[in-house]
């Protein structure tokens, strides 16, 4: 579906703008979403990998997914999708970019300033004195890794049962409360709370607009639904001429 006149005005007259980003944008750079037919929940079980329990009954299968996580995550660049963000935040008045995603496509396309609800797969958080640190070395495989204070690090992901990290989470609903136009792209809006986001921008007065290449749950609240690939749609709706009033 060709980006419509309506997406068009609505991204024009915005003056502040919130994009909430899901796996879908970085299916384009080669990365597994997590649900449809190709999903990493079809191959793999979140209870086994993604939980604090997961972790504390089994550390080495989840890191050794991690491990893999990182490697096929290294190996992924930035597509037009991340690009056309990265491109919008240097021209829009006010713009928040909150993403689901832990792969710092983002950031790599040249995206600023990032929230990132579920953490990062480039952190790792010691289990015992908390301390977090980056760490982009992809060369391990099977083995666990350790703080310097001699405990057991984790992935700084945010797994199912956690709660967001309390500062980012706060900033992303502020930034929708206030934003006037939403741009949600290529999440399946079925984890919560990232999808309340969705329902929050429109009751606080908000127009939204979906870019996804199927329907998602949220579909029949939002304004405007373009339906396709976010590699695709974004550059396009992102063009100069769109912007030119911001
Ligand atoms: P999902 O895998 O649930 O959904 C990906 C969405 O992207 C689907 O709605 C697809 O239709 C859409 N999609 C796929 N390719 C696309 C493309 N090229 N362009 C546009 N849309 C496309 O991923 P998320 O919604 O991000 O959490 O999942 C939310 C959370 O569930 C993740 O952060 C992760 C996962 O379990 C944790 O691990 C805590």
Redo the contacts with the bound molecule.
Sequence with gaps: MPVTEEARSLLKSAKSIAVL?????S??SGIP????AA???KQFR?EEL?TPEAFARDPQTVWEWYHWRRKLIAQAKPNA?HQALARLEQVAPSFTLIT???DGLHQAAGSKEVLE??GSIWKLRCTQCGCEWVDRNTSESGQLVYCQCGALARPG????GESLPPGVWQSAEQAIKSCDLLLV???????YP??GLVPLASSSGAKVIE????P?PMSGIVNVQLT????E?LPNLIQESSLANL
């Design positions: 980003t899901g796996a879908g944008i299916a384009e979403t997590f649900r449809g999903g990493l929940w979140p993604a999708g689901q995603n832990v609800l579920h992901v945010v797994w199912f792209a290529g999440t399946s809006a079925v984890v990232a999808a870019i996804n290449i199927e998602s396709g690939r976010a590699g749609i």
